[in-house]
């Protein structure tokens, strides 16, 4: 059974840092991405990575400020989240796939329960 869980979730001030982790228990993944949904709006994707190392991809909102990483021996995905803003306010979720289209944000069929994030001005 597919089972991602995401940690890392919190509260902190503008400009703060905080780092989001999702543990792959299945393993069988190829793409991994992080999804936020904020209230009222529409659930987008942050950000996505290959589990093979060879590919990751940033929105362009969070580009410069995010970064995603997964280590292979924890089977571990990771957002490093700097400079946070009020409207990175959301639930980030954890998702997974089998495909290789890891910035096709629709193909994306596995997902965790979410952690809340919260930026406070």
């Known amino acids: 059974q597919v089972k991602l869980v995401e940690s890392g979730g919190g509260s902190v001030q503008a400009g703060g840092s905080l780092t989001l982790s999702c543990v792959d228990s299945?393993?069988?993944?190829?793409?991994m991405a992080w999804f936020r949904q904020a209230p009222g709006k529409v659930r987008e994707g942050v950000a996505s990575?290959?589990?093979?190392?060879?590919?990751?991809w940033h929105a362009a909102s969070v580009a410069a400020r995010f970064t995603i990483s997964y280590d292979n021996a924890k089977k571990t995905m990771y957002l490093r989240m700097n400079g946070l803003k009020p409207e990175d306010t959301a639930m980030y979720y954890c998702?997974?796939?089998?495909?290789?289209?890891?910035?096709?944000?629709?193909?994306?069929?596995?997902w965790g329960p979410g952690t809340q994030v919260t930026v406070s001005s």
């Open positions: 998702a997974a796939m089998a495909r290789y289209a890891c910035a096709n944000w629709v193909f994306y069929n596995s």
């Open positions: 299945a393993n069988t993944h190829n793409c």
């Open positions: 990575i290959r589990t093979d190392g060879l590919g990751k």
